[in-house]
């Protein structure tokens, strides 16, 4: 009787380990998903990209970086509304100057980011108002590069080379 009682007090603890591993799974992978971008970005030649935008989040083992998702149906008719500048919280903003990323946050301090992949031609921010998507394009380059920059830490934390020269672009999620 006594081994009967440890077997089943061994089979709930198993069962009660598996639902607590469950449930932190799936913790895991709603935050992964919480943490993935896309991003619609428009060329000179009318192409339509998709790109996904996946921070790396440490410890947590998840695909990050930045790809293109898929190519979308060409269309020079529609146009993306390209902005240079957005407010993302009290006293915050980003904005677009003589071809740097400029942050500034509430208590006056800002940020300049240079990048040497080209100069930043037009942005938009994310809904969660935590990073924008900046694209980058030098003068005489047939191509362009895409970045993520985190508003938090003020640093550009993925980008994704683009083989035409992208003129707007907008997150759709």
Sequence with gaps: MDGRRKGEELEVHVRQLSIAVVIALATV??????QRYRV??????????VIQFSPCIPAE?????AWIDR???ADTGIRIAS?????????????LDHGAIRIRNA??????IQDQRGTATALALAPTRDYAFVILRKPDAPSST???????TRSVIASCPMADRAYALAVIR
């Design 29 to 34: 992978v709603s935050r992964a998903d919480a």
């Design 40 to 49: 619609l970005v428009a060329t000179e030649t009318g192409q339509r990209s």
């Design 61 to 65: 083992g998840s695909a990050c970086g």
């Design 71 to 73: 190519e979308a149906t």
């Design 83 to 95: 902005t240079t500048a957005a407010q993302f919280g009290p006293g915050d903003s980003l904005w």
């Design 107 to 112: 208590n006056g301090r800002s940020k300049t």
């Design 146 to 152: 895409v970045v993520m920059v985190d508003l938090s």
